[in-house]
């Protein structure tokens, strides 16, 4: 209560935070892994420490200015700075997350949902939320993970004629399930609320999606296709002959015809695209423009990463996973798989737990669709795929970060697509910009700001703009399991620090150039940008890994394909080296660094997958 007093103080309109924001953040806290309450715990007893060694009484006894000062002086050290992010982003999120507070700036605090829908026959009849007792099944194909690659495969093959049976681990939401509030949606739609992150040289929150579609729920609905010089290596150096530009183009289409892909209208793209594409037309940028996406009937509602309360994004939930039901095929929820089923070296089937009941699903070959996170976890805790020393390593993430800008004029960010626009001009040096407009709360987690000027930023958000960026990563990570959790170690390299600090540089020219009068950046030593002159202390500036906050939404590469067994995990056809009939389709089979938000390219390489599984079963 005391921490949220000193980050959340009253503003013009806005109440002070208190308990009401503390008691949201101890529920949250419940349903994190242990470590991680223990780690939260022992951050508010370091708080009280060091309030006794400087003031000679505990925290919560401190005025709310010299609480703010004591926590303003933990930015300083890196190590801290991650803990005071750590502990202030669910506060800020828990309090500003007010209806009041929308109500008075004009935003829709919540999305209207449909009532009394009634459900096709088909997903009534063929999803399994819960089992009456012990189960065993058989069918041909049973597909752990119905997000971008495990619902592309499993549509395919249905529709090929073979039975097909869906594992997962989450629930099946619908629209009449989406708010579009950003804190309660997270801790519904996201592993681990969201609190999925990585150590190394610079932690980075790397949020998934647990739900039917996977993180294709809770993405921002962006579409582009592999760059063509990323399949041509593939083909060249790695020898994936079969996955050169000419050859895969026939499956892209086929993806792309499925989810209605097209350019963001216009009309929808709100007062973040105007600015940027005034600053980039300023700056004499020439690529720059409405972003392909898969929401042909949007209405511009901006709360796509928390579940499109329209269907209009054609999320996996809403395309791929119907088409395969209607097709034949079953699926269980709420069902974490335990173990892969092996014979004689060939993949049978798998064992999941729903509750306390049992899920045996007997089939001639497996997919193991979890993601770059989970997939090297499950192989690896059987011995499986692990022969070539790769499994769980060559991860990369395309590290993202973004900028918050105060302009003059009204902005009205939330009116809109949120990932709309896209500045493609330092794209050929690994750096993409794309719009990331998100709900009032998470945009003030974006910036380190707390007391005062938080409250203040936070009351003049109708004319805030947000943008943000990624870059083609060549720093690597790897994941395996500790402690029953996911180790995800990641480290930056020197050319990626440079390409992220460029990427900010460029980002606070286009934001001053369209008329901002500051710019907020998640660079420390450099959080306020408070005109174009501040941008030459930052290019003089030597930074590190650990002063900037950034964060991933791509894992990839953790269980790639490749030719030589010495060096990959998969085949050119998605079959695990060493376990005949185990297939893996999903990001960690993706190769390396995409540079693109990698949806479009799982479902292409899907599709692929299930044709040659296809032919293999006969």
């Not at 982003?89 to 109500?103: G, I, N």
């Amino acid at each position: 209560m005391a921490v949220a007093e000193a980050v959340l103080p009253a503003g013009r309109y806005l109440p002070a935070a208190g308990e009401e924001a503390a008691q949201k953040v101890e529920a949250f806290a419940t349903t994190l892994p242990s470590p991680v309450q223990t780690g939260l715990a022992g951050l508010l007893r370091g708080l009280d420490a060091q309030s006794w060694v400087r003031q000679r009484r505990p925290f919560a006894r401190l005025s709310t200015e010299r609480r703010l000062e004591l926590l303003e002086g933990w930015k300083g050290n890196a190590v801290r700075r991650l803990a005071l992010r750590a502990l202030v982003t669910p506060l800020k999120m828990a309090h500003l997350d007010s209806p009041a507070l929308y109500e008075r700036l004009g935003c829709v605090y919540e999305s209207a949902r449909p009532r009394g829908e009634q459900k096709p026959a088909y997903l009534r009849d063929r999803v399994h939320a819960r089992l009456d007792g012990d189960l065993a099944v058989e069918c041909d194909v049973v597909v752990i993970g119905t997000g971008a690659g495990g619902a592309v495969v499993g549509r395919e093959l249905a529709e090929a004629g073979l039975a097909v049976v869906f594992v997962e681990e989450g629930k099946y939401f619908d629209r009449t399930d989406f708010t579009g509030r950003a804190f309660a949606m997270q801790q519904k739609l996201y592993r681990r609320g969201g609190s999925t992150f990585s150590v190394g040289n610079v932690p980075i929150p790397i949020p998934l999606g647990q739900t039917v579609g996977g993180s294709t729920t809770v993405n921002s609905g962006t579409c582009f296709r592999t760059p063509e010089r990323v399949l041509a290596k593939w083909a060249d150096e790695l020898g994936l002959a079969e996955l050169a530009p000419e050859r895969m183009g026939g499956y892209f289409d086929r993806v792309e015809e499925v989810l209605g892909v097209e350019a963001a209208r216009q009309e929808l793209l709100g007062g973040n695209g105007r600015v940027i594409a005034r600053g980039c037309t300023s700056l004499g940028f020439t690529k720059h423009g409405p972003l392909r996406r898969n929401a042909p009937a949007c209405d511009g509602q901006g709360v796509c990463c928390f579940g499109c309360p329209t269907d209009a994004k054609r999320s996996t939930n809403v395309s791929y996973v119907p088409m395969a039901l209607r097709a034949g095929a079953e699926l269980f929820t709420g069902a974490r798989v335990t173990r892969i089923l092996v014979d004689g070296g060939r993949a049978q089937g798998v064992v999941a737990r729903a509750g306390n009941k049992v899920l045996t699903v007997r089939a001639r070959a497996v997919v193991v669709a979890c993601g770059a996170i989970l997939t090297p976890l499950l192989l690896g805790a059987q011995g499986l795929g692990g022969a070539s020393g790769q499994l769980g390593r060559n991860l990369s993430i395309h590290p993202a970060g973004g900028a918050l800008a105060e302009f003059d004029e009204q902005i009205l960010g939330w009116k809109g697509i949120p990932q709309g626009y896209t500045i493609e001009d330092l794209h050929d040096e690994g750096i993409l910009y794309e719009g990331a407009m998100v709900p009032l709360e998470m945009s003030m987690t974006m910036t380190s700001l707390m007391g005062p000027e938080l409250v203040r930023l936070a009351e003049s958000f109708d004319h805030v703009a947000s943008f943000g960026f990624m870059i083609e990563d060549t720093g690597r990570g790897s994941v395996r399991e500790v402690m029953g959790q996911p180790l995800i170690q990641y480290w930056l390299s020197e050319q990626d620090v440079s390409h992220i600090k460029r990427a900010l540089d460029v980002l606070a020219q286009v934001f001053f150039a369209a008329g901002a009068h500051r710019v907020h950046a998640p660079i420390n030593g450099f959080e306020v940008l408070e005109s174009p002159d501040d941008l030459a202390k930052l290019r003089r500036a030597t930074l590190r890994p650990w002063d900037f906050d950034l964060s991933a939404y791509h894992p990839l590469g953790t269980a790639r394909m490749g030719t030589d067994p010495a060096a990959s995990v998969l085949g050119p056809n998605h079959e695990v080296h060493d376990t005949r009939g185990l297939y893996v389709v999903d990001g960690s089979a993706v190769p390396t660094s995409l540079g693109v938000n990698p949806q479009i390219t799982i479902m292409a390489l899907a599709t692929r997958a299930a044709e040659k599984i296809a032919n293999t079963l006969g």
